[in-house]
Antibody, heavy 115, light 107 residues
Framework: EVQLVESGGGLVQPGRSLKLSCAAS????????MAWVRQAPKKGLEWVAT????????YYPDSVKGRFTISRDNAKSSLYLQMNSLKSEDTATYYC????????WGQGVMVTVSS | DIQMTQSPSFLSATVGDRVTINCKAS??????LNWYQQKLGEAPKRLIY???SLQTGIPSRFSGSGSGTDYTLTISSLQPEDVATYFC?????????FGGGTKLELK
């Protein structure tokens, strides 16, 4: 059974950093692109980052480019999202998702950026 | 980045109705269009991938169509459990982009 379990969320002050993790199981992690998607409270879905199977290629929308970094450790079947210079508009539930047109999603982790 | 315009943003329908939701891309997305259902408090669930392929386990009343820039999700006979918000996603190029969502309620 495919499982994606996010961790690392919480309350953080504007301008600070936070790192999210996603532990994957039930499939060969190294064979899949992975992604982070977020959803602000009562809002729609927003793509945050994509990473290729080897980690050599990454993609970000302009809203997070230069502040967020996606990475992976295939040996540990883990995905990460380093978030720097956080803003209040980054407050959202962050989902780890498998593949570029995601078929599996984690349950999400809440990140609140507030002073 | 590619922009996705989804319509309508809100839809009220009766059990048994045929329901359609549309997404229009700002450029050709080569049928790399998925549809997701999200119920309150849950993660999104993929219904349709690559325009018209039904995800395993999803009822056959859900179907997708389209090409180029215009895509449609159809529910052939609305059921009470279909109350949810629906999103389209293009994954043709760059970071994916979602439509704004359609909130579907029972009349």
């Amino acid at each position: 059974e495919v499982q994606l379990v996010e961790s690392g969320g919480g309350l953080v002050q504007p301008g600070r950093s936070l790192k999210l993790s996603c532990a994957a199981s039930g499939f060969t992690f190294s064979n899949y692109y992975m992604a982070w998607v977020r959803q602000a409270p009562k809002k729609g879905l927003e793509w945050v980052a994509t990473i290729s199977t080897s980690g050599s290629r990454t993609y970000y929308p302009d809203s997070v480019k230069g502040r967020f970094t996606i990475s992976r450790d295939n040996a540990k079947s883990s995905l990460y999202l380093q978030m720097n210079s956080l803003k209040s508009e980054d407050t959202a539930t962050y989902y780890c998702a498998r593949d570029r047109g995601p078929d599996y999603w984690g349950q999400g982790v809440m990140v609140t950026v507030s002073s | 980045d590619i922009q996705m315009t989804q319509s309508p943003s809100f839809l009220s329908a009766t059990v048994g109705d045929r329901v359609t939701i549309n997404c229009k891309a700002s450029q050709n997305i080569n049928k790399y269009l998925n549809w997701y259902q999200q119920k309150l408090g849950e993660a999104p669930k993929r219904l349709i991938y690559n325009t018209n392929s039904l995800q395993t386990g999803i009822p056959s009343r859900f179907s997708g169509s389209g090409s180029g820039t215009d895509y449609t999700l159809t529910i052939s006979s609305l059921q009470p459990e279909d109350v949810a918000t629906y999103f389209c996603l293009q994954h043709n190029s760059g970071p994916g982009t979602f439509g704004g969502g359609t909130k579907l309620e029972l009349k």
